[in-house]
Nanobody, 125 residues
Framework: QVQLVESGGGLVQAGGSLRLSCAASGRTFSSYSMGWFRQAPGKEREFVAA????????YYADSVKGRFTISRDNAKNTVYLQMNSLKPEDTAVYFC??????????????????WGQGTQVTVSS
């Protein structure tokens, strides 16, 4: 089982930027594709972005494409989500997740096996 701890959330004005980090421990981080999800109040958790275990492939929800960038540093066991041009509708708790299987790349849907505790992102208008 992998343990995931997110950080970097906060309050930002519309148009601003934030960088979320997710530190992983407990198994071979570099073997697993990683994803970011978010959940706004009263809404279901939704997929945001994912990056393959090989780091060669990324995939984004249409709502964040062109504004958010997912990346990973396997030497630091960390995955990042750079969020630019933030909008009030990006307000949510953001969760990172690890794929349930090693050496797999799938986004339909991303099959998370481990979750972090979440970090709050609030975008004011």
């Amino acid at each position: 089982q992998v343990q995931l701890v997110e950080s970097g959330g906060g309050l930002v004005q519309a148009g601003g930027s934030l960088r979320l980090s997710c530190a992983a421990s407990g198994r071979t981080f570099s073997s697993y594709s990683m994803g970011w999800f978010r959940q706004a109040p009263g809404k279901e958790r939704e997929f945001v972005a994912a990056i393959s275990w090989s780091t060669r492939v990324t995939y984004y929800a249409d709502s964040v494409k062109g504004r958010f960038t997912i990346s990973r540093d396997n030497a630091k066991n960390t995955v990042y989500l750079q969020m630019n041009s933030l909008k009030p509708e990006d307000t949510a708790v953001y969760f990172c997740a690890a794929d349930s299987l090693a050496y797999r790349w799938t986004t339909s849907p991303f099959d998370a096996g481990s979750w972090g505790q979440g970090t709050q992102v609030t975008v004011s208008s």
